[in-house]
């Protein structure tokens, strides 16, 4: 399996883990998904970067810059943290976003 094909299995999977009722293990999946879409596409523009850690790619300037604005918007979502309850913001749907994510690394990669 790719890292695409792992982006995409992550990505279901956090669905998955949502229609279940947690929240909690969507969001991780979420990450993770996003952190397989972030590397493959490094890879497909053949980009050096290290890191395979997730937060370190998102939080990666060089990284940073060779998305869109509304990606690095997406970044800065996956990088938040659940609050004291371990509630995440309810305004912003990060499985939504990645998937968004996946998607917008993938054409900007095929165009």
């Known amino acids: ?9 992550e990505i ?3 669905f998955s ?3 279940n009722g947690n929240e909690g293990m ?3 999946c979420a ?8 590397q493959a596409f490094l890879a497909d523009q053949q980009v050096d970067i290290q890191s395979q850690n997730v937060i370190q790619l998102l939080n990666d300037e060089r990284v940073r810059r060779l998305v869109s604005p509304q990606m690095v918007l ?3 979502h996956l990088l938040m943290k659940v609050d004291a309850n371990y509630q995440f913001d309810p305004s912003i749907d990060l499985l939504a976003e990645t998937r968004a994510l996946i998607q917008g690394l993938q054409g900007q990669t095929a165009s």
């Open 17 to 19: 883990a949502r229609s």
């Open 12 to 14: 279901e999977k956090a």
């Open 26 to 28: 969507a969001r991780v």
């Open 1 to 9: 399996m790719n890292k695409w094909e792992q982006a995409i299995f």
């Open 74 to 76: 997406i970044f800065d």
């Open 31 to 38: 990450r993770r998904a996003a952190n397989f879409a972030i």
